[in-house]
C-alpha cells in the first residue's frame, strides 16, 4: 500500500521504515527539514536498534522524507499522524500538532478523487479522533468522514530502545474505527502479524492506551511504594517482587523499584489522562498518586545521599545515566534531571556519564562536566549515583579510584559483593 507517515520522531520514523520493510511503499512528512534529509540519507534522526539497518535497506526505494504535505498526500493513499501530544501549562493535553496536521491534510484532500484514510497513531485522550481530529479533516477538505474518505485511530505501544522489535512483533494490535471500511484498509496493513487485533471504536482504542500505559505506571509506583517500605525494613524488595511476579495474575515485569519512571510517555499520559478525568467531573486519586511516589523517588535518593555526604557543596558527584532508560539517547523526564537539579542546588559539582545521551542532557544542564566513560566519571569523585539502568554499570570496579567509594545506586545496578564501597540501594 502507499502510505504516509506524518511526522518523524521515535513513532514515525520506525512507524514508516517497519512498514516499508514489509512491501509498502512509504514517504514521510515532517516539517523539521533536518529530519527528512536525516531520513533521505538513510541516517535514522534519532538512535533506534535496527533502525539504522532498515533504513539504509529501503531509503531512496520505497521510503522517502518531504517537508511537502501536497507531495506525501498525492502519493499515498493512507496516512498515519504521529506527531507529538506534550503536555499544556494547564497539565491537560496539547492538541496543537495534532490539528495542524489534520488540518495540513485536509486540506490535501480536497482536491484528491481517490479515497483516503487518515489513521491517529499519536497517544490522544478519548474524543479526540471524533471531536478533534474528524471536523478539521472535514472543515479543511469540504467533504465527509465514513462517506469521501475514512478516519481510524490505531494506538501504538513500541518501547524507546526496542521499537522495532515492538513494531515487527506487538503483543496487540488495536484498530479503533466508527467507519468499517477505514477499519478494514487499516487491518489489511497488519495482515502476517500474528498477535490479536482488536477491533473497536475510535474513543475506545484511544483509551485502551492510556489506560495500558497508567497500569503499567502504576505498577512502578506501587513497586517503589512496596520499596520505600522494604528499605526501612531491611528486606530486598527485588526478592519480595520476584516472589510476588511469579504470580501468572500479577506477571513478573515492570515490577523494579528505583528512581521511578520517565519517558516521553508515562508522566505525560498519565497527566492527560488525569486532565482528561477532571474534563468529565472525576478526580482520578490513584494516578495522582502514582505520579507523587513518581515525583518523590529522586529525593529519597538525595536524601540517601546526605547520610554519606552531608555538606554537598563543591563535592564531585557522578552521575552515571542521563537517559530516561537505558538503550535510548532520549533525556524527556529522565529522572537524572532532579536529580542533577537538587545536586547543583546543593552546591555539588555533577560530572555526568551517559553512553548515547549526554548531548542531549548538554541542552539542559550546559555548564556540567560530561565524561566519555564511566570509570572518567568516578575519578576522584566523592560520591556516585546511578540513574539509568545501563547493562555496563554492571561491569563496573573502578570505585577504587574514587574519592570516597560511595555509591548510591537508583536502578539496583551495582553488586556491592566484594567491591569495597559504602553502597545504598534507593528501594533496597
Ligand atoms: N516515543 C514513544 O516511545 C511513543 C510510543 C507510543 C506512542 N507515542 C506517541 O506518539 C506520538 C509521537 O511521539 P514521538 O515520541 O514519536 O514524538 P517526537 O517528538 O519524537 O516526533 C514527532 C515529530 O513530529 C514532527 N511534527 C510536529 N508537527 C508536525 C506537523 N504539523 N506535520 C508534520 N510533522 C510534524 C516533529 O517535527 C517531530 O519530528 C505522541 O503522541 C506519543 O505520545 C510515543
Ligand atoms: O520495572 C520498571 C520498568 C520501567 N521503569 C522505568 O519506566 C520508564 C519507562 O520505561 P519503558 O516502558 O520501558 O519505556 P517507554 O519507551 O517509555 O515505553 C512506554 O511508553 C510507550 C509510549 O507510550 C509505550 O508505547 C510503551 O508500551 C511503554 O512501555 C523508564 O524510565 C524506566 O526506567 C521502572 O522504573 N521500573
Redesign the pocket.
Known amino acids: 500500500m502507499r502510505i504516509s507517515i506524518i511526522g518523524t520522531g521515535?513513532?514515525g520514523t520506525v512507524t514508516g521504515a517497519c512498514f516499508a520493510s514489509l512491501g509498502n511503499d512509504v514517504i514521510c512528512v515532517d516539517v523539521d527539514a533536518r529530519r527528512v534529509e536525516s531520513m533521505n540519507a538513510g541516517v535514522p534522526p534519532i538512535y533506534e536498534e535496527g533502525l539504522e539497518e532498515l533504513l539504509k535497506a529501503h531509503a531512496g526505494k520505497n521510503l522517502r522524507a518531504t517537508l511537502d504535505y501536497d507531495d506525501a498526500i498525492a502519493h499515498s493513499d493512507i496516512s498515519f499522524i504521529c506527531v507529538p501530544t506534550p503536555t499544556d501549562e494547564g497539565g491537560k493535553i496539547d492538541l496543537r500538532f495534532v490539528r495542524e496536521a489534520s488540518r495540513s491534510i485536509g486540506q490535501r484532500l480536497k482536491n484528491k478523487s481517490s479515497y483516503h484514510v487518515v489513521v491517529v497513531k499519536s497517544?490522544v485522550v478519548p474524543q479526540t479522533t471524533q471531536s478533534v481530529a474528524t471536523p478539521i479533516l472535514e472543515e479543511a477538505s469540504g467533504k465527509k468522514a465514513g462517506v469521501d474518505f475514512g478516519v481510524g485511530m490505531n494506538?501504538?505501544?513500541?518501547?524507546?530502545?526496542?521499537?522495532v522489535h515492538?513494531f515487527m512483533h506487538p503483543d496487540r494490535i488495536v484498530i479503533g474505527g466508527d467507519d468499517p471500511k477505514a477499519q478494514a484498509v487499516i487491518k489489511s496493513l497488519y495482515k502476517g502479524y500474528k498477535c490479536p487485533i482488536l477491533e473497536v471504536d475510535t474513543k475506545t482504542a484511544e483509551m485502551i492506551?492510556y489506560v495500558?500505559?497508567a497500569f503499567?505506571?502504576t505498577?512502578?509506583s506501587f513497586?517503589?511504594e512496596v520499596g520505600n517500605i522494604c528499605k526501612r525494613l531491611g528486606i530486598d524488595t527485588y526478592k519480595v517482587m520476584e516472589g510476588v511476579g511469579l504470580d501468572a495474575r500479577i506477571s513478573p515485569?515492570?515490577?523494579?523499584?528505583?528512581?521511578?519512571?520517565?519517558?516521553?510517555?508515562?508522566p505525560k499520559?498519565v497527566k492527560a489522562l488525569i486532565g482528561k478525568a477532571a474534563d468529565v467531573d472525576y478526580e482520578p486519586q490513584l494516578l495522582k498518586t502514582v505520579l507523587l511516589v513518581n515525583d518523590h523517588q529522586p529525593q529519597m535518593l538525595l536524601k540517601l545521599l546526605k547520610i554519606h555526604v552531608p555538606d554537598l557543596k563543591d563535592k564531585r558527584i557522578a552521575v552515571l545515566g542521563l537517559a530516561?532508560?537505558?538503550d535510548?539517547d532520549?533525556i524527556r523526564?529522565?529522572?537524572a534531571i532532579p536529580v542533577i537539579g537538587s545536586l547543583l542546588a546543593e552546591g555539588a559539582q555533577v560530572v555526568a556519564y551517559d553512553p548515547m545521551a549526554s548531548r542531549h542532557m548538554k541542552k539542559v544542564y550546559p555548564n556540567i562536566e560530561y565524561v566519555k566513560t564511566a570509570d572518567e566519571a568516578l575519578m576522584d569523585a566523592d560520591a556516585c549515583i546511578v540513574a539509568?539502568?545501563w547493562a555496563e554499570f554492571k561491569k563496573l570496579d573502578s570505585f577504587g579510584n574514587m574519592r570516597r567509594p560511595v555509591v548510591i545506586d537508583g536502578?539496583k545496578m551495582i553488586d556491592p559483593k566484594g567491591k569495597n564501597i559504602i553502597y545504598e540501594g534507593i528501594c533496597w
Open positions: 521515535y513513532v497517544t494506538p501504538e505501544f513500541l518501547r524507546e530502545g526496542k521499537a515492538d492506551k495500558s500505559n503499567l505506571a505498577k512502578i513497586s517503589n515485569f515492570f515490577l523494579n523499584s528505583g528512581l521511578g519512571f520517565g519517558g516521553s510517555c508515562f499520559d530516561f532508560k537505558n535510548t532520549d523526564e529522565s529522572r539509568t539502568e536502578r
